[in-house]
């Protein structure tokens, strides 16, 4: 992404004609960079935590199931 700085600033001969297509490249980098690094991982915590609270319910649920049905044996 730096190295695309000084096309992005328009600075060298020609560069105003691809500073809008450098700072494109900048921005898609940027944002493809954060949502890997940032949001994916953010979803994935989320949806983990989010299943694990599910199954120690059903466990939970389960358990007391358990212990309020009668025993036939006696």
Same mark, same amino acid.
């Given at each position: 992404m730096l190295g695309l700085a000084p096309m992005a600033l328009g600075i060298s001969e /020609? /560069?105003?004609?691809?500073?809008?297509? @450098?700072r494109v490249v900048i921005g898609g980098l940027t944002a493809s960079t954060l949502i890997t690094l940032v949001v994916i991982p953010v979803i994935y915590m989320a949806l983990e935590e989010r299943s694990e609270r599910a199954q120690a319910r059903r466990a939970a649920r389960a *358990? @007391? *199931?358990?212990q309020s049905a009668p025993s036939s044996g006696d």
């Open positions: /020609g /560069g105003e004609l691809q500073a809008p297509m @450098a *358990t @007391a *199931t358990l």
